[in-house]
């Protein structure tokens, strides 16, 4: 369809983004992630190899993807270094070369992920349940400009200036918070091991994209988290603190909008969350105690238990709008095998209204009530499937009631967690 694909998750996180990038990476020149930091946790399963992500791009299990980290994502060196040393020692990757890091990505330093875990305790029962990496105060300092950039995080002097603007003033609020101050010098000093390794992938990344993209390679943008959980767009205040939606992959990577793009979003066939916040469709009975039993549904990122329901039309045609979704790779069919039902949210009733769209501030109305109805179920496992002739007809008529109620095909079906278990109907390059 297009040289240029952007990856964006649909829902709370967590739909099987890695696994889709992963999947279409094969035949990517570029992957590059443009938003979010080691909160995102993406899985990709090759060969019953299990490799999770947190910095580094989900092409990276592609032998030839050049794999980029944008100016808009938050970038933990000791989170990035380890995750290197583990593929390299794993074999997934066989040198570094291939990574590019953009010179202008903020540093997630020690007091930021400190800041995070203060916040968060201080807020007790309110606390939005961040993944505790430090990512909303590296955001604030970003926009407050008072941030530290890869370019500085490189040059131990301009590091060190950097520091002594930013620096007292956050540990004013780390000691108010009953934390323990940071040293400059500390920093400093830290940066300088960190660098040894991770400084040789400066670059400037949009000039990179922008180029792949005028020879018309391959490229393919892979967000973090999901739509409900954008900044702008989500479920404020329980979101992440940047942009998710598949839009901002062009502004927030430093390059114009190519002619011509094909947005993949991506759909869990059921909705998960993990963290504080609302989740109208969130089911606390059997239906969403098998789907948390069933989908293995623990957060990549911080091993929590995600809360599980159904999938939500209203919600996902907001998203299709908000993303300006083409297509939709629809992931986890399997896990619904042995339902005698498939709860579905149809709706939304709200006062005398029925919503069919619905804007996610309407979450926290009082009297919102979600309207279901029940699919029939399928017996047959799925895990595995490569032919969709091979799906139960239940299954089909699932993913066909998906397709017309969102109005966006589906040529992607993914049947297990493995690159192969999947489901694939249309070549989305080209
Ligand atoms: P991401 O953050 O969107 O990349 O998703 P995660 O990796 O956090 O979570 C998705 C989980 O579901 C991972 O454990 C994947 O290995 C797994 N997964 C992805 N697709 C499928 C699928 O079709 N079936 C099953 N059973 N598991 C899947
Ligand atoms: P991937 O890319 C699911 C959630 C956290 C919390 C909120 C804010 O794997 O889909 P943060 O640490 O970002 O300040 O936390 O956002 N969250 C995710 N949930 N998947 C993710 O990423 C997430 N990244 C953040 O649980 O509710
Ligand atoms: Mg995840």
Request: aromatic residues 6%.
């Amino acid at each position: 369809m297009s040289n240029c694909l952007i990856i964006a998750g649909l829902q709370w996180g967590d739909e099987g983004k890695g696994k889709v990038t992963d999947l279409l990476a094969g035949r990517a020149d570029i992957v590059a992630r443009y938003q979010g930091g080691a909160n995102a946790g993406h899985t990709v399963v090759v060969n019953g190899r299990q490799v999770i992500l947190h910095q580094v791009p989900s092409g990276i299990l592609s032998p030839k993807a050049t794999c980029v980290i944008g100016p808009d994502v938050v970038l933990d060196p000791e989170t990035l270094l380890a995750e290197i040393e583990s593929l390299l020692a794993s074999g997934v990757m066989t040198d570094t070369s291939r990574l590019v890091i953009s010179r202008a990505a903020h540093v997630v330093l020690p007091y930021h992920k400190a800041l995070d875990g203060l916040r968060e305790k201080a807020a007790g029962k309110n606390r939005i349940g961040t993944t505790g990496r430090g990512i909303g105060p590296t955001y604030e300092d970003m926009v407050a400009r008072r941030g530290v950039r890869f370019a500085d995080f490189c040059d131990p002097e301009r590091l060190a200036r950097r520091l002594d603007m930013a620096l007292p003033e956050r540990n004013a609020i780390i000691s108010h918070l009953g934390g323990d101050p940071f040293s400059r010098d500390d920093l400093v000093d830290r940066s300088r091991d960190l660098g040894n390794v991770l400084c040789r992938h400066i670059g400037d990344s949009g000039a990179v994209l922008a180029k792949a993209l005028d020879a018309g390679q391959n490229v393919l943008f892979e967000s973090a988290q999901g739509t409900l959980l954008d900044v702008l767009h989500g479920t404020y205040p329980f979101v992440t603190s940047s942009t998710t939606t598949a839009a901002a992959a062009f502004p927030l990577s430093g390059i114009g909008s190519p002619q011509s793009h094909t947005t993949l979003g991506v759909v869990k066939a059921y909705t998960t969350r993990v963290g504080s916040g609302p989740f109208p469709t969130e089911d606390e009975g059997e239906f969403g105690t098998r789907l948390q039993d069933q989908g293995a549904e623990f957060g990549a990122t911080t091993g929590r238990p995600r809360r599980c329901g159904a999938l939500d039309f209203p919600t996902l045609r907001y998203a299709v709008r908000v993303n300006g979704v083409d297509r939709i790779a629809l992931t986890k069919l399997d896990v619904l095998s042995g339902l005698d039902s498939v709860r579905i949210c149809v709706a939304y009733r709200l006062g005398d209204e029925t919503l069919d769209v619905i804007h996610p501030d309407h979450f926290f109305d009082p009297g919102l009530t979600p309207v279901y109805e029940e699919m029939p179920g399928w017996k047959d496992a799925l895990t595995g499937i490569q032919e969709h002739s091979r799906l139960p007809e239940k299954a089909r008529l699932y993913v066909d009631r998906i397709e017309r109620e969102l109005g966006v095909p589906i040529p992607i079906i993914s049947t297990g967690f493995e690159r192969d278990h999947t489901i694939v109907l249309e070549d989305l390059w080209n």
